[in-house]
Structures are given as structure tokens and as C-alpha cells.
């Protein structure tokens, strides 16, 4: 190494949720953590547009937390950028990349065509982010790793993957360069999860990067979620109505299927359709039988819990069912309303008062889904205004994110005083609370950087 002295770059998730990017210059060596989409406000997608503040060419690897967009969605432009390198992570990891890349890059295609046909984009032509030409590009330089093994990468530094609940493939990265150890949280599972086992926890961390999503906030117990489905379920059917519920196709729209399987095969809920509306939400059900070790559902779980569901993966017979006035369960990408399949039906059925719209996951600032949790009364789908009357609710006991508390305790294994403590992935007030979390109950200094910062590790 030239020095001692370690350059990181926030080139996203700092400041605010989500677009995970973190580049740690060595001086010989350059290595990304993360290397995700913005999502949400306006200001943050147009990021993706433009070209990162980084000589990308000069990138030598990639290491990826976990599979989700806001984690590995910039991947492609990366790619176009002139980044050559090997990509990083898990098997399942890197099996849940390429679903969520290739359905990523459909979708802005289908919404470029779109827009070019019915002419609502400020753009002539408009044009997908990337297309499926370049995630076909940017998939050969995936690598799998195992998980718990010290992986050497250069000369005096090394990596480890460890399990961390969340979704299927993902871990928290140990980097060790020249014997000082950097940890990336990634993002936290949760400590009881119905599909998951519990996240491990770090024992050293000189310099800890600690996602800080639901700081200062806490979740009840998923169990505790049951019976308000349940009452849910059958007050939007008893009335004739239809609950759909947008959910991000990994994990959550599996944790989803299980919990109204479980709810029917216990009589609790009336037999109506039920319906998955998910290609990419569909190859993750074929990935959780392949992943027997990463989760708790016996195969002959997955096939009954399968059978009583419609999984759909034709956008034409999406098309049919979005008019269908029968009630019925649906289950749909994406979860925040960024895109997919839900924003079909709500073209079709937000105007119906007696449909009900569930929320089960994090709505991020400036998402369709965080809007209308904060009272909006329209819905914008493919450039036009919707009215929005149907009921909505919200539990958060489903997150797939540790809340305060789980944070909290993912810490406490760490024998030793950290040099220095991040806090990212977070907006302003859930990273001041985590801040104020840190240093009451362990005493450390953790700081909040901002996006685009260079933090200098000595």
C-alpha cells in the first residue's frame, strides 16, 4: 500500500435511504460496498442518471450486501461506466441480483415504450436507465462466495460474508485491510422472523457502517401482526371489497403468502383468490427451494403454501385481473410504489372505496406509497392522475428491517471500541436517533455523514 491512510467515498445510502454505494480506496486498491439505485425523491433518482463522482474505471471489485435494488440496481451503469471487475456475494445473493436487474431493466423498458406512445414524458425519446442488453453484460462478473469464510482479495486485505436475516443470501461484510477491521451492516434482519433465522452479530469493528432505517423506532412482534390481517382480511371481504397489498418480491411477498396460507389453513379467513402477481416474486419462490439453509420452511411447506395461490407472471393476464371485481388477495410488486404490477391495479381499483391497500414494508420519502400513507387523495400512474378512495392501512411489524432495538443489539458483541462509527441508510431523524442510541447505551461517537463526503481513515 502507498499509506496508511484509507479514503472512504459515500456515494450513497448517507444522508438518506437509499441508493447503498460506499467506496473504500486503500490507495492501491479500490473496493465497493453496495452499489444501488436511488429510489424516492425526485432529486435522488435523477442521481442515477449521472455519472459517479469516481474514476469507476479504477474500481477493482465489487461486494454486495444483499440482492435488494437499492443495493445493487446501479450494477449496469456501473458497467456502462467502464467498471471490469469481479461483482461479489452470496449465491443467493447473486441469484436474487440477477431476478430483481433483468425485472428492473423490463420494466423501465415497458415504461420507456410507454411513455413514447402515449407521449406523457418530458423526454423525446424516453429512454430506459439500462436495458436487458446491459444486465446481460454486468451478470458474467458475478462470483459467488460462502458465507463465514475469510476470502483473501489482495495482499493484506480479506473479506467475510456472515448471515443477517433480512432476505435469502443476505450478510454484513467484515473487510480487513492491513489488520483493521471495517464492517458494512448491510442491512439487519430481524430477531424473530417466521422466514428467516436470526441475524449473526460482529465481535470487532474498528470502523462500523450501521444502516440506521427504523432508528428511534420499534416494531411489534410479526405474531402480534397476525390477528390485524386477519380482522383486515375479513372486514375489506365481508364487504365485497379486495386487499392488495404491495410487497417487495424477495421475502416480503413469500412472508406475505405463508402468513394468509396459515390464516386460510386455520379457517380464519374466508377461501377467496388468492394471487401473487410477481414474475420476479415467482423465481424467488424456485430460489427458496433451493436455499433450504438460509431459511425455515420445509420444502413440503413451499408446495402447499404454493398451491393455493395464483401465480401469475403474463402481464397480459395481469391485464384481465386488474378489471375482475370479485374479491380477492393480491400480491404485488412494488413495495413502495415505485413500479410493478400493483400500479395496474390501482389504475383500475383505487377509486373503489370498499378495496383496501396494505402496507407491510418501509415506505421511503418521495415514493408513491409514502404519499399516500401521508394522506394523499390521488395516485399518479403512468403520467395520469388516479383518485385514490380506497382504505389503507399500514403494519410494521412485517419489516424485514431491524427496528431500534435489534439495532441496538446487533452491537452489542463488539469487545472492542470502534475508531470510528457511521451511520447511513436512514433519513435525518431515524439516524439522529440511532446517534443518540449509540451513545447512551455503549458511549461511542458515531457520526452522520452526508452524500458525496470523503471520510479519511487514519
Known sequence: MKNNKINVHFLGAAGTVTGSKYLVDTGDKKILIDCGLFQGLKELRLKNWEYLPVKVSEIDMVLLTHGHLDHTGYLP?????????????TNPTLDIAKIILNDSAKIQEQEAERANKEGYSKHNPAEPLYDLKDVEKTIPHFKGVPQAQWIPLFDGIRARFQYNGHILGATYIELDVNGKRFVFSGDVGRTNDLLLYPPLKPKKADVLFIESTYGGRFHPDEVEALPQIEKLVNDTINKGGSLFVPSFSVERAQLMMLIFWKLLKEKKIPKVQMIMDSPMGASVLELFHRTRDWHRLEGNECDEMCSHFTVVSSYRETMELRTDKKPKIVIAGSGMLTGGRMLNYLETQAQNPINTLLFVGYQAEGTRGRKLLEGDKKLKVYGKWVPFDMEIAEIQGLSAHADHTELM????KIKNKP?????????????EALQKGIKETYDWDAEIPQLYSIEEIK
Not at 419 to 431: D, P, T
Open 409 to 412: 443489539d446487533w452491537m452489542s
Open 77 to 89: 451503469r456501473l458497467v456502462k461506466q467502464g467498471f471490469n471487475g469481479p461483482i461479489y456475494g
Open 419 to 431: 475508531e470510528r462509527i457511521f451511520i447511513v441508510h436512514g433519513e435525518k431523524e431515524s439516524a
